[in-house]
């Protein structure tokens, strides 16, 4: 199996790309499916399960199985009452159960994840695998299951467009494409996060392309808030965080990671700023930041952005090799009102000013009649795969374009049939050559 899984290219499809082949090496008690799929406005988790469950199902059977878990449990909003039913029903020829989630963010955060379905905090700066689970995403179970390599990305195209909608892209589409394709006029678009209003990035142009992390391309208008923010430079992030950060404290008291007990208070990393902090360990709490977003987004009163601090701090730390002497600690304890300051998604939809786009993503089939694919031959973490094609070579859809590197990674395949037009970091791909 996990030889198998490698040469499909099988990878952490929620968006850490982690090559899942070396993931099914370990040994747990309980695998969980992460459909939690917490980001607003995003919808493609739960439209694999509407048109998949069964091979989802199988393939978290068959996961179970592979590490030694005596248990399989899809961890899924408890606001998807008709899927919730299905998997109960459809889950016990599978042995796989079913835990509803509250429709909170970051509910899919797998530490979250984990302590909501298990009861159990993972250390700081640990692993899932240190209390006993494996966390897998919805998608990359499919792509186990489909034994087939992995050429398109299920993504939420949704945002300001006419139709938000699910679609299942091939892997070196262009963004514009993809857009023009769902019907979305690129004039009309002034700005496009990728992957997801919290967590996502801005995209630089629309030339960029859809890897087997993508999972969502969101657009909006000139003028809106949200993009304008990801825009800020660093500099000026921390100018304005000097001059008007008054310590509130209302990002560590939110933020999910000190709720579950880890020792990271991005009130202090934003005092950093100010002050020469680095190595004072309140600051190197920084280190166990998730990055979630929620304290720049939600929590801070002035319109902040403590997650950048904690980004950079973490970066400087590597650096240095500082480390927290929390790390790994195994008797941390949640706070005690952990489970009363979860952010529900309507607020955060509110607060983040989306409420006038339509939350909604059906998977609906495309007709992809594209002219040329640039697949990227890292999509992964680890080395990046080897060139397998040279310049002017005919190629079919799913044959190997990039060999599998020596050590961590795993080989990609193309998405279409055409001919090599140019080969270096990515492969181009040209329907007729």
């Not at 020469?276 to 990055?291: I, R, T, W, Y």
Request: glycine residues 10%; aromatic residues 6%; proline residues 6%.
């Amino acid at each position: 199996m996990l030889e198998r899984v490698r040469a499909i290219g099988v990878v952490g499809a929620g968006g850490a790309g982690f090559p899942t082949y070396r993931k099914l090496e370990a040994r747990a008690e309980t695998v969980i499916v992460n459909a939690a799929e917490c980001e607003p406005l995003l919808h493609k988790d739960k439209e694999i399960l509407r048109h998949n469950l069964d091979p989802v199902l199988s393939a978290a059977a068959r996961v179970a199985r592979q590490v030694g878990a005596e248990r399989a449990i899809v961890a899924i909003k408890e606001k998807y009452e008709d899927l919730i039913d299905r998997i109960r029903v459809h889950g016990e020829q599978y042995g796989v159960e079913v835990h509803p989630l509250g429709d909170y963010y970051p509910a899919g955060d797998e530490f979250v994840t984990v302590y909501e379905v298990t009861g159990r905090v993972i250390p700081p700066g640990g692993l899932p695998l240190d209390v006993g689970c494996l966390v897998v995403n919805v998608e990359t179970l499919l792509n186990i299951e489909l034994d087939h390599p992995v050429t398109h990305k299920f993504l939420t195209v949704g945002g300001d467009v006419p139709q938000p909608v699910t679609v299942r892209a091939p892997i070196g589409a262009a963004y514009g494409d993809v857009l023009r394709t769902v019907g979305v006029d690129l004039d009309a678009v002034g700005h496009v996060l990728v992957g997801g209003v919290m967590m996502g990035s801005l995209m630089r142009s629309f030339d960029e392309v859809v890897t087997r992390m993508t999972g969502a391309l969101l657009c909006f208008p000139e003028g809106h808030s949200l993009p304008r923010r990801y825009a800020t430079d660093a500099r000026a992030r921390d100018l304005i965080g000097k001059s008007a950060c008054d310590q509130c404290s209302f990002c560590t008291e939110l933020c999910p990671r000190y709720l579950l007990g880890h020792p990271i208070e991005p009130h202090m990393a934003m005092r950093g700023l100010e002050f020469n902090m680095v190595g004072d360990a309140l600051v190197l709490g920084s280190q166990f930041c998730c990055e979630c977003n929620l304290c720049s987004l939600y929590a801070c009163p002035e319109d902040l952005f403590p997650k950048d601090a904690c980004a950079d701090n973490k970066r400087t730390m590597r650096v240095k090799g500082l480390e927290h002497p929390s790390r790994g600690r195994t008797d941390v304890r949640p706070h005690s009102m952990q489970e009363y300051r979860h952010v529900p998604v309507a607020s955060l939809i509110k607060k983040l000013g989306l409420s006038g786009f339509r939350n909604v993503g059906e998977l609906v089939d495309v007709d992809w009649r594209l002219e040329q694919v640039r697949i990227p031959l890292q999509q992964h973490v680890g080395q990046p795969a080897v060139p397998a094609v040279r310049e002017g070579d005919r190629v079919t859809v799913d044959q190997e374009i990039g060999a599998a590197p020596e050590g961590l990674g795993v080989p990609v395949h193309a998405s279409m049939d055409g001919v090599v037009a140019h080969v270096g970091d990515h492969v181009v791909i040209r329907r007729n050559g």
